[in-house]
């Protein structure tokens, strides 16, 4: 009985230290959704919201969601930048530390935050939570 304990242990202590150090691969992730309609797309493990900005606002949008993103919690860049006119974010969560990434983009005029899971099928909607906070927070709700 205690190997078996023991055992179990191990196996959970490995699965979240992999889930902590695993490496993001930014090629996978740092990517716009290819969608081209415009509204809220929920997906299992995610969330895609676009939208169309007047013309010349959507750098200022983009620059303020950025700072947003840097100011949450647990929260790092993995590649890109606002000056690039996309930049993808690491969110861990608190206490597992299970990534989730978010891409800003800027197509032309249309604006782009998709938030995605890396590990499971649901997410709980933390997804589509963040991105509601991140507008919000940058003022660009409706």
Known sequence: MKIAA????LVLAVG??????APSDAARWHKASGLAELGD????????????????????ALQKLAEVAQNTPR???LAGSVADGMITFVTRS????F???TTLSLQGDVLELRARL???KSDLGVNRARVVAWLQAAGLTH
């Open 6 to 9: 023991v055992i179990v242990l």
């Open 16 to 21: 979240m230290a992999y889930v902590r150090l």
């Open 41 to 60: 797309f929920a997906a299992p493990g995610g969330f895609t919201h676009r939208r169309a900005m007047a013309p010349g606002v959507g750098f200022e």
């Open 75 to 77: 929260t790092q860049v």
């Open 94 to 97: 608190k206490v597992f530390g």
């Open 99 to 101: 990534p989730d990434y």
């Open 118 to 120: 890396r590990f499971g």
